[in-house]
Each structure stands twice: as C-alpha cells, then as structure tokens.
Nanobody, 123 residues
C-alpha cells in the first residue's frame, strides 16, 4: 500500500502559479499511475490530470479545463509527483487530491488517496 501526502497549496491571486507536491511512501511512484483530482465546495470530485506508470511510458492526460496551464510530472528519485499550476483562475479553487493506482482507469475505484491540499485563487 502506498501512502500519499500532498503539500504546496495556498492562496494565490488569479494569474498566479502554484506547485503541488505529492510525496509517496511505502511503494515507488514509478510503479503506479499517478493522478490529481480536485473537489470544489458543493461539487463532486473531478479528474484533473494523470500520468501512467513509468514502464508504460509515462503518458500524461489532462482535463480540458487545465490543458496548457497545468503540468504533471514525476521525480522517481524523490518518490514524488508534482502538479505545476499556472495561469490560475478563481474557478480552480478546490481541494486537490493526489491518487495512485495500478492504472488510470482504476484510480477512482481502487486507488490510494492523500488527504488533500487546499488551493484558493482570489480574483
């Protein structure tokens, strides 16, 4: 079982940037598909981005609403996954969660999740 801890959230003005980190322990992130989801107040958790596990090529996938603004990356040496968020908008305000699973398709049903980190974007 992999244990995930997110960090890096905070308050930022619209147009600004933040980098979220997801530190893993217990298992190597290189052996998992890793993803970021978010949940805004009163809304359901939604997919943001994911990266397939290293041996499958590390392909990345993005929700349309973050394409060109967010970048997911993985540092296997640090066992950490990052989410670089640029050009932030007030509608990006949410709790951001890191997830790990054997594959991207199973992330929401059988993945391991972190506790989340709050991102607030002011207008």
């Amino acid at each position: 079982q992999v244990h995930l801890v997110e960090s890096g959230g905070g308050l930022v003005q619209a147009g600004g940037s933040l980098r979220l980190s997801c530190a893993a322990s217990g298992r190597a992130v290189s052996s998992y598909a890793m993803g970021w989801f978010r949940q805004a107040p009163g809304k359901e958790r939604e997919f943001v981005t994911a990266i397939s596990y290293s041996m499958s090529g590390g392909a990345t996938y993005y929700a349309n609403f973050v394409k060109g603004r967010f970048v997911i990356s993985r540092d296997n040496a640090k066992n950490t996954v990052y989410l670089q968020m640029n050009s932030l908008k007030p509608e990006d305000t949410a709790v951001y969660y890191c997830a790990a699973a054997p594959n991207i398709a199973s992330m929401t049903t059988s993945g391991s999740w972190g506790q989340g980190t709050q991102v607030t974007v002011s207008s």
